[in-house]
């Protein structure tokens, strides 16, 4: 090995290899740099209630976070039934939610969703019942550059492998196309 590895070809010493400041100041560095990350990340504010508890908050104090794929479970007070739904959001999910309670109270918008068809079925038998909303994963909206929505995605993947988890899902669902598509899209 000597004719690849010798004196001539290779060159260890002070002036190649960098020194012990450099060496401690590069570790501080990325210390800090990653305590500084992890500073920023609890800064941003994930609850707009009014009183950020999170006995209050309908997601725990993570209302408004973005990009989300959430679950819906209806428990029906009488009889104890489940049903569950699993929805997604690109947009903040306090304002998908405010599109739900809009159409449980609206008849008009009977048709937006599997979850909405439901409630009103509920409510035409005189059923009481409570919808339980919590977070089951996140993904980041259709990416032109990599042309796949990863929100999109994790939806479908959750509606064929873990189909316990959205009783009341339709498989139309399975077909439907992304939606996060048309805002990038440039009209004419």
Not at 11 to 18: E, L
Not at 107 to 117: A, F, G, P, Q, V
């Amino acid at each position: 090995l000597y004719n690849i590895f010798n004196r001539d070809t290779v060159k260890v010493s002070y002036r190649t290899n960098p020194n012990m400041k450099q060496i401690v100041t590069g570790h501080n560095t990325h210390i800090l740099s990653k305590n500084k990350q992890e500073q920023e990340q609890t800064d941003k504010k994930t609850c707009s209630c009014r009183k950020a508890k999170k006995s209050i908050c309908i997601l725990g104090g993570k209302c408004i976070l973005e990009g989300i794929v959430y679950q819906a479970t209806v428990k029906e007070s009488d009889t104890q039934n489940t049903e569950t739904y699993i929805g997604l959001t690109a947009d903040p999910f306090k304002s998908r939610y405010n599109n739900h309670t809009k159409s449980f109270r609206n008849r008009i918008y009977i048709n937006d969703s599997e979850l909405t068809k439901h409630i009103w079925k509920l409510k035409d038998q005189n059923k009481s019942y409570t919808i339980t909303w919590k977070i089951i994963d996140r993904g980041k909206p259709f990416n032109p550059a990599t042309k796949i929505c990863q929100l999109c995605t994790k939806e479908k993947y959750y509606l064929i492998y873990r189909s316990e988890l959205c009783t009341l899902n339709s498989n139309s669902e399975l077909g439907s196309h992304c939606r996060h598509k048309r805002k990038l899209l440039h009209s004419s």
